[in-house]
């Protein structure tokens, strides 16, 4: 693998899911390692379309959606709506939740998604409609654990990797990172809740993790998490997390647009220690993102070791892109 092409597999663009042609191209000349369908449009979710934009791939490129019930869900016009986090387990047992799991994820793999952005594993007492709110499963953290283990338990056995969101702990942060700077609790009331669903994560089987852009106090300073390295240590050395890790979206929200341009928002969240960045928005940028990475790594800006350390667990969790 060439040095532009290893680089490429650490970025995961949003793409127009009612273009299917435009995504194959996308992939065929920047060869990203994943893509991200985010919007409501489902041409690309039809039909085999995304056999083409597979075609178009060196290696399988990973698809990935963020179905997770309620508010936040993909294929519900084609395959049926899914309850809220909250509903379901105000509603349902653990292991029912991991049935629907199951069931969700083999509706997402028939349709060529193999990545899902969920369970969300936020711990929140917000009112349904708060930017977390109704997408967390409960404010017990305990209970979230547990929910949030069985409908990943049940998309990886329908055959889509889950993603557990948004590390380290949205649900009691100060606002919407869409929208400009979230601030968290300090870090040792994050241990006591927040952080609590990520215990013992190896228990979850086969995940990633999401990092979210929240800024939170005795760890990161100013920074969000996303870009700052001590919350990827905080990851790897004391919830010993081995898997693969994703930034939350670096294009389309303002904690991170409002002070970066995306070539160095990618570039510095890969320095921090993720091996993927997302960005819903700016596909048309894709190239000159791929440039940076692959000049960074030229001049030393960006450890060619590290890059392959994040390769490797990319490339092991494209497992799931396999029939």
Sequence with gaps: MDPRARVAQLVVP???????AAVADLVRTQQVGGI??????TTLLQNGALDGVQRAAKIPVSVAVDEEGGRVQRIDDLDGSLPSARQLA???????VRAIGEQRGKQLRARGVTVDYAPDADVSDEPDDAVIGDRSYSPDPEKVRQYAMAFAEGLRAGGV???LKHFPGHGHGSGDSHRGTVVTPPLDQLRRVDLVPYRDISEYG??????????VPGLTGDEPASLAPQAYQLLRNEFHFTG???TDDLGGMKAITDRFALPDAVLKALQAGADQALFSSGHNDVGAVVDRLQRAVESGELSGAQV????ERVLAAK?????
């Design 161 to 163: 990797q889950p993603v």
């Design 206 to 215: 086969q995940v990633a993790v999401m990092v979210g852009h929240l800024e």
């Design 319 to 323: 497992g799931f892109c396999r029939p």
């Design 36 to 41: 991200f369908v985010g919007d409501k449009k």
């Design 14 to 20: 949003g793409v127009n899911a009612g273009d299917p």
């Design 90 to 96: 105000a509603s349902k047992t653990p292991d029912e």
């Design 308 to 311: 392959t350390a994040s390769l």
């Design 244 to 246: 693969p890790v994703i």
